[in-house]
């Protein structure tokens, strides 16, 4: 599976945050551009919308219980329409993740996460879409690793590495070619997130009115497939 970021943003709109580093761990160093999600204090709380079949639910519910570990997420998992055309539509809305599974077709891509920003590096709203013309058939352990990585890249992560032949990091944030030990986050995924949401916004960010990936407000991160 080979994974490919696409940013579709202005440059003056990548402009990284700047926290307070004391005390925090030095060596995280995979923020996606210093997007994030504003906050006037306490963690982020975009809730992940389930337009999922049956087959993807518990890997949602995996992938949320794992990032929730840090005290920077705390995500609840809202029931959405799963019906098809919502699904393929994959809207978003304001404040909110949305996931869905669907046979998106042979376009070379697994996976794929948008969010919307306002306001420069603050996301507003952000989607998974989980391409199922490759992913219905894979293994499970792939199956999580993707789910875990595009959720990861909404809360404003990118990968730790980009090398598809070198040992696991034990990350979903990592480039491999096995997902076998890729399915989870680690301490590095974390640390990452201390350093993105060790400051305080003065308010919650307002939905950006673009909603179109690949326009103006919207960055996209796309896994492809092998």
């Not at 940013?7 to 160093?29: G, H, K, R, S």
């Not at 799963?82 to 998106?104: D, E, F, P």
């Not at 308010?203 to 690949?214: F, P, R």
């Amino acid at each position: 599976m080979k994974l490919l970021r696409v940013l579709t943003i202005p440059a003056a709109a990548a402009l990284a945050v700047t926290a307070a580093t004391a005390a925090l761990p030095a060596q995280a160093n995979h923020s996606w551009g210093g997007y994030h999600w504003a906050r006037a204090g306490g963690a982020a709380t975009p809730a992940l919308v389930s337009s999922l079949t049956s087959d993807w639910t518990g890997n949602l519910s995996t992938a949320r219980t794992d990032w929730n570990k840090s005290p920077y997420v705390e995500s609840a998992i809202v029931s959405g329409d799963a019906s098809s055309r919502t699904r393929r539509r994959c809207a978003m809305t304001s404040g909110q993740v949305h996931v869905c599974n669907y046979a998106y077709g042979n376009n070379g891509w697994a996976g794929l996460a948008s969010i919307n920003l306002s306001g420069g590096t603050h996301i507003s709203q952000g989607s998974v879409k989980l391409n199922d013309t490759y992913e219905a058939g894979s293994p499970a352990a792939e199956r999580q690793g993707v789910m875990c990585q595009e959720v990861g890249h909404t809360y404003g992560l990118d990968h730790q590495d980009e090398d598809f032949n070198n040992p696991n990091l034990g990350t979903c944030m990592d480039y491999t070619n096995d997902w076998s030990t890729n399915q989870h986050p680690n301490q590095h995924d974390y640390d990452e997130l201390a350093l993105i949401y060790n400051h305080t916004d003065a308010a919650a960010a307002k939905a950006s009115h673009v909603s179109t990936i690949k326009t103006g407000n919207t960055v996209t991160m796309i896994t492809w497939a092998q």
